[in-house]
């Protein structure tokens, strides 16, 4: 109860500051994520689509295929923003160690109603961007109806997003809503980024997660 009428205050106090001066530029709060990306697990199934694809593209670009296939780790960051001060406890980037991480919510998004949007940001070690980026998804999440709508993909499937993920990066980002959590049924599980080059597979992954709502969560 304390830690809801922190947050209510707190909002309380971003709203005045952010409606006398909104015309500042956004800032965002710099965390690190607390876990690395090591212990998480890809379905071997997607870990071989890729190196397939991958094959594929050199193919394509007529290199003569080598195994094994030489990685490098992307940088990985997410970045959280609300429109208006209540659903996170602050605009916030939260930085992944190198290669990718996992974050939790747990940290960042309050009980209060409202939404954000979310946006996954991948670059090469030296700061340039990916060319030819393809982006996964494998879902942690279990599948739920909230008011006769379907949330939640279903546990340890994966499925290719990079069409739509380019499209929200793009733009705001991926809105999502904290009422009930379902902003835990669309990000739960994890984001699978991959980098094609002539010499190089690319490859990171931001997983994301909420401790306090592990029932909503796949074991």
């Known amino acids: 109860m304390r830690r809801?009428?922190?947050?209510l205050l707190a909002a309380a106090v971003g709203w005045s500051i952010c409606?006398?001066?909104?015309?500042?530029?956004?800032?965002?709060?710099?965390?690190?994520?607390?876990l690395s990306s090591r212990d998480v697990k890809i379905p071997?199934?997607?870990?071989?689509k890729i190196e397939?694809?991958?094959?594929?593209?050199?193919?394509?670009?007529?290199?003569?295929?080598?195994?094994?296939?030489r990685r490098q780790l992307f940088n990985v960051s997410v970045e959280m923003?609300?429109?208006?001060?209540?659903?996170l406890v602050e605009n916030v980037r939260v930085t992944a160690p190198l290669g990718g991480g996992v974050v939790d919510l747990s940290e960042f998004v309050t009980p209060l109603k409202?939404?954000?949007?979310?946006?996954?940001?991948?670059?090469?070690e030296d700061g340039s961007a990916p060319t030819e980026m393809q982006v996964y998804f494998v879902s942690k999440a279990k599948q739920r109806k909230i008011d006769k709508e379907t949330f939640g993909s279903g546990c340890n499937k994966f499925m290719d997003i990079t069409?739509?993920?380019?499209?929200?990066?793009?733009?705001?980002?991926?809105e999502v809503y904290t009422a009930e959590q379902r902003y835990l049924s669309v990000l739960g599980g994890t984001f699978v980024l991959v980098g094609f080059e002539k010499d190089d597979l690319f490859v990171g992954s931001l997983t994301i997660t909420d401790s306090r709502y592990a029932k909503l969560l796949c074991d």
């Open 4 to 7: 809801t009428r922190r947050w």
């Open 19 to 34: 409606a006398s001066a909104s015309e500042e530029k956004l800032t965002l709060e710099e965390k690190p994520a607390r």
């Open 44 to 48: 071997k199934a997607l870990t071989k």
């Open 52 to 69: 397939e694809d991958y094959q594929k593209f050199l193919v394509q670009q007529q290199v003569l295929t080598k195994l094994p296939i």
């Open 81 to 87: 923003v609300q429109k208006r001060p209540g659903p």
């Open 114 to 124: 409202g939404s954000f949007q979310v946006k996954i940001l991948a670059t090469k």
């Open 163 to 174: 069409a739509y993920f380019a499209s929200k990066m793009s733009a705001a980002g991926f």
